[in-house]
């Protein structure tokens, strides 16, 4: 009676092979909606550019291109770190005050002694906000708060830190002429042509993006996004990946501090402010779903960029600043519906095929 | 075919558990249970909604720390005190809400939390082939592709992953919570059959099951809880439906299961 009643035998191999040529093209479809995704930013960032250049052919020129990619550099770095928390189904909305203490930090630090070479000051930037990306993640781990509400707080007390620091110390303002030449330069280094912040911005999303890829850890971030139960229950660390994730998020915001110091040369306890909502707006425009568990960096690079594009190339078109903010929002919306309409696409595609072999 | 269950009988449990309590705060879900698993074999854990199956296997796979009793692994006393633990010694769960992540696909959600590696980096080709190579030992035909996210894919299609998974690695316990609920006619077929073949090629195998049907057609033994108790342990040829039905719902039948004064106490 426990007879077990069925005695399969071994599957003839054609069986065997229809799930591998099946295979390559379900997952073709899968990675072509995804190139799609970042296809589709590029496309924005190439149409925006065109219209802007037939309206206005300097915003081409050398001094303009390299003016907007020092500027995508420090939204792209921090979006490359924000990717890595939102990935994990959290958010970092400390990153604005988290530049500005590092910032300052910097900034002291080579006022106080000039003669500090300039790794040293990138490394001591990084590492405040590494504090500070410690603090967040430790909070969040462990007290099982909702990342929104913990970084909120930490937003207004890293912000709160920067505004005491300077009144004690006296000095709420570090002037151009405080900092040393070596530093400054810095600033308007190129390599090639190319502004070595902004090469400092590619070489960060290319190592985030190969970690990501490439990395057990990596992979487990986005299998703790996706289904933060289910990453338990493999045993996957949780608590302590999303506490790795907020260091490397902290450290970077740390370095766009330092990236921020070298680019503006005058900083005062305001320095990265309002920044972080911009930050979360690139990462979700190019396509890092705030539910965590998709989403590549080399995407939200992309949206830094085409963020960037908008803020500089709408006053070159002589719209009115107001345009800025209701491109953006609508570009946001958009990121949204494409998503949405992606996710669908591909969901229907898949399942029609499943449901023709089933029969 | 009823051979394999008096056969084995009398060899060791894979794993057996004697005497654990377990209490959520001031509640007690489990009650001194015992129950022995054997290798080839098809263990059956049955019992209504809420008498504690789901953390029974919980607390075999270390996901809850036991209050008091005793786990023997192969004959030999072991603790477990989390997921990969329980992995180490060859425990696999599927459990009932799948624990499946809906943005991987197939690969990455076989191998979550247990990827290969090459030096540092993850070793993709191999855990495709291993994947592809388990979805075929288990002659699992129905899925289009192991690159295929799992949001996409039918209820049936994600349990299979769930207990290819399992099967995956060299496993010697396999532990499947509900297998076959939510599950059609022919999904819930392809997945009987494939927890038959898992015992055929020598797991222990621990299935729950709310229908008596699918209980009789794979068990070859049955363990049934009755408010955190177990009831009765027994080969399945010693009991029949309507006494497995009645040690589901009043704990005893017969002279098998918990004795009258014990029903009675937790009855009130
Ligand atoms: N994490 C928990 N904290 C507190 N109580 C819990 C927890 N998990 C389960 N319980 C309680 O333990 C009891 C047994 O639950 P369990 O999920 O093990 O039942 P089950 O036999 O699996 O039921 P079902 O057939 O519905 O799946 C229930 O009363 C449940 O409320
Ligand atoms: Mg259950």
Request: hydrophobic share 50%; proline share 4%; charged share 15%.
């Amino acid at each position: 009676m426990s007879a077990p009643t069925t005695r399969t035998p071994a599957p003839l191999p054609e069986e065997l092979a229809a799930p591998e040529r099946t295979g390559r093209r379900g997952s073709a479809l899968v990675h072509r909606l995804f190139v799609v995704r970042e296809l589709g930013i590029l496309a924005a960032l190439v149409l925006l550019v065109v219209v802007t250049v037939i309206a206005n052919p300097r915003f081409l020129s050398g001094q303009n291109v390299r003016d907007l990619l020092l500027s995508a550099a420090i939204l792209t770095v921090l979006a490359a770190g924000q990717t890595m928390v939102i990935v994990t189904r959290n958010v970092d909305l400390s990153v604005g005050s988290v530049l500005g203490l590092s910032a300052y930090a910097t900034g002291t630090l080579l006022v106080e002694a000039p003669g500090t070479p300039v790794v040293v000051a990138v490394l001591a930037g990084m590492a405040v906000g590494a504090v500070c990306g410690l603090v967040n993640g430790v909070i969040v781990a462990t007290a099982g708060v909702p990342s929104l509400v913990v970084t909120l707080g930490t937003l207004y007390a890293f912000r709160g830190l920067v505004s005491l620091w300077a009144s004690s110390a006296d000095r709420l303002q570090i002037n151009a002429a405080d900092l040393p030449a070596g530093f400054k330069s810095l600033g308007g280094a190129r390599l090639l042509g190319v502004p070595v912040l902004f090469l400092v911005a590619v070489a960060v999303v290319l190592l985030v993006g190969y970690y990501l890829r490439t990395f057990r850890s990596g992979r487990e971030l986005y299998g703790i996004g996706s289904a933060p139960e289910a990453a338990r229950l493999s045993g996957i660390p949780v608590g302590r990946r999303v506490l790795t994730a907020f260091v490397v998020n902290g450290a970077l915001a740390g370095l766009a501090g330092v990236l921020y110091a070298a680019r503006f040369q005058t900083l005062d306890t305001t320095a990265g402010t309002g920044q972080e909502l911009f930050v979360v707006a690139a990462a979700v425009v190019g396509g890092v779903a705030i539910f965590g568990g998709s989403g590549s960096v080399y995407g939200a690079a992309l949206g830094a960029l085409l963020l960037t594009t908008i803020g500089t190339a709408l006053p070159q078109l002589g719209l009115d600043p107001f345009w800025r903010d209701a491109a953006v929002g609508a570009l946001i919306l958009a990121a949204i519906a494409l998503d949405r309409a992606l996710q669908l696409r591909l969901a229907a595609r898949l399942r029609g095929r499943n449901a023709r072999r089933d029969r | 075919m009823s051979a394999p269950t008096d056969r084995l009988e009398n060899g060791t449990p894979t794993l057996e558990l004697r005497g654990v309590n377990k209490s959520f705060g001031a509640i007690q879900v489990l009650h001194d249970v015992h129950l022995k698993v054997y290798p080839g074999q098809v263990t059956a854990l049955v019992g209504d909604n809420g008498a504690g199956k789901s953390t029974l296997i919980k607390s075999i796979a270390g996901i809850h720390p036991i209050d008091s009793g005793e786990f023997l692994f192969e004959g030999r006393p072991v603790t477990v005190s989390g997921p990969r633990d329980a992995a180490a010694l060859g425990i696999e769960v599927v459990y009932q809400d799948l624990a499946l992540a809906d943005n991987l696909d197939v690969v990455q959600n076989m191998f979550l939390g247990r990827e290969r590696k090459n030096g540092f980096v993850l070793d993709e080709s191999s855990m495709e082939q291993a994947a592809r190579d388990t979805l075929a030992k288990l002659s699992v035909r129905t899925l289009k592709s192991v690159r295929q996210l799992v949001s996409s894919l039918s209820g049936g299609q994600r349990q299979t992953v769930a207990i290819a998974k399992a099967v995956l690695w060299e496993s010697k316990l396999v532990i499947l919570d509900e297998p076959t609920a939510a599950l059609g006619v022919a999904q819930t077929r392809q997945v009987l059959d494939l927890v038959r073949r898992l015992a055929d090629t020598g797991h222990a195998v621990v299935f729950i099951s709310h229908n008596m049907v699918d209980v009789f057609e794979v068990a070859d033994r049955v363990a049934a809880l009755f408010l955190g108790r177990m009831a009765a342990d027994v080969p399945i040829s010693q009991v029949d439906r309507p006494q497995v039905i009645e040690l589901i719902t009043a704990g005893r039948s017969g002279d098998l299961g918990i004795a009258p004064a014990d029903v009675a106490a937790v009855e009130v």
